[in-house]
Structure formats: structure tokens, C-alpha cells
């Protein structure tokens, strides 16, 4: 089975600063690792994904990841965030071998950016 | 369509009735999976369908939850004498089936029911 946890529920930080989200996940097996963003009233966007290769990962709107498989990691940062970034992460496994393909999500990290 | 598409986008209903929720996935995606988001619950698997495989029901909480998935494409949620635990928004994704699972899944925006 696969857990995730994302270690901080709420991250309050201002405008221009850096942040950094973190997750980390348990799992028997072998997993791919995504990072999905939810704006207020929408739906899950995808942030970016691990699959294989080089650990840091870039994705959409500056953002970034590293996976750490000795520490079972994959935190999620930025260099300097806008308000507009303002909104629920979840960090997210997948098992690359099973029979179901379902997405294991963790408890969601609010991101506040405050002026 | 360009996008998962939900309907309705909003639901009221009161305790006991029944409701649907539908799911219309991107085109060409055989996968499809839905899921509930409950304040302070985070994102709970409810189930998922592949092409003919028989679907993996296991987050189905109660036999008052039942989905299907017709021609391999638009899907219904039902949910039998409704209870208000059961307010919660419920998310439809969908992803391409071939090329494993790394591939992206994609949401909707989500239903949102109220149980009154």
C-alpha cells in the first residue's frame, strides 16, 4: 500500500519570498511522483511529475521538485512566489507496476501569499 | 472536448433522494476515475474504469455509491438515499491508457454537492 503526507497544512509566506512544500510518501513499491495544484473553485492542475531520470524536476509557473529516494521525498519549491500562486498543492504517487492506476493523494498544503 | 466536463456543476438535494453526477472525459482517454473531495478529508479514490477491464471499486465507501461508464466513454456517479456526509465536491479525471502510469491525469472541475 502507499501513504502520502504532506508535512505542513497551511504555509503562510509573502510575496517574492521563497517556499518550499513538502511531501513525503511510503510505499511498498516502486512509484511515480506528481505534484497537482488547485485553485480556489477549480479543479487539479498538473504542477509537474517525476517519472525516471534526473531528480530535480522543473514544471509549470516557476516551479520545481526534487525526488530524494533515500529519504522518500519529493518537495515541491520556488524560488519567489506571486500572490496569483496562491492555492491548495497536493502532492500525489502512482505505483509504475499494478492493476489500477489510481493516483494516491496527500492531505493538500494550502499556500498562502500574502502582499 | 478539450477538457473533463462535469455536470452539474453544482447540486442541492435533500437527504434521501437520489443523484447523479456525469462525467464526459477527454476525448481518447480510456481511463477514467473519480474521486471526493470533503472539507478537511483531502482526496479519497472512489473508482476507476479501464477500457473492458472490470473496474477497481475499492474507495466506493457504502453500496449506496455505484458507477458506471457506458461505451467506454461518459460515466455516471449515482449516489442512493443520499446522507449529508456525503456533501463533498466529486472530482472525474481521465488519462490516457497507453505509455503506463506516468501519464498525466487530467480533472474536471468538479461537482459539487450539497446533502440539506
Redesign the interface.
Known amino acids: 500500500a502507499q501513504s502520502v503526507t504532506q508535512l505542513d497544512s497551511q504555509v503562510p509566506v509573502f510575496e517574492e519570498a521563497p517556499v518550499e512544500l513538502r511531501c513525503n510518501y511510503s510505499s511498498s513499491v516502486s512509484v511515480?511522483l506528481f505534484w497537482?495544484v488547485q485553485y480556489p473553485?477549480?479543479?487539479?492542475?498538473?504542477l509537474l511529475?517525476y517519472?525516471s531520470g534526473s531528480t530535480l524536476v522543473k514544471g509549470i509557473n516557476g516551479f520545481e521538485a526534487e525526488f530524494n529516494k533515500s529519504q522518500t521525498s519529493f518537495h515541491l519549491r520556488k524560488p519567489s512566489v506571486h500572490i496569483s500562486d496562491t492555492a491548495e498543492y497536493?502532492c500525489?504517487v502512482?505505483?509504475?507496476?499494478?492493476?489500477?492506476?489510481?493516483?494516491?493523494?496527500?492531505?493538500?498544503t494550502t499556500l498562502q501569499v500574502k502582499p | 472536448g478539450a477538457g473533463v466536463s462535469q455536470s452539474p456543476s453544482n447540486k442541492v438535494t435533500e437527504k434521501g433522494k437520489d443523484v447523479e453526477l456525469r462525467c464526459d472525459p477527454i476525448s481518447g482517454h480510456t481511463a477514467l476515475y473519480w474521486y471526493r473531495q470533503s472539507l478537511g478529508q483531502g482526496l479519497e479514490f472512489l473508482i476507476y474504469f479501464q477500457g473492458n477491464s472490470a473496474p477497481d471499486k475499492s474507495g466506493l465507501p457504502s453500496d449506496r455509491f455505484s458507477a458506471e461508464r457506458t461505451g467506454g466513454s461518459v460515466s455516471t456517479l449515482t449516489i442512493q438515499r443520499t446522507q449529508q456526509e456525503d456533501s463533498a465536491v466529486y472530482l472525474c479525471a481521465s488519462s490516457l491508457a497507453t505509455g503506463g502510469y506516468g501519464n498525466t491525469i487530467y480533472f474536471g472541475e468538479g461537482s459539487w454537492l450539497t446533502v440539506v
Open positions: 511515480y497537482y473553485n477549480q479543479g487539479l492542475q498538473l511529475k517519472l497536493f500525489a502512482r505505483p509504475i507496476s499494478s492493476n489500477t492506476g489510481k493516483l494516491i493523494f496527500g492531505q493538500g
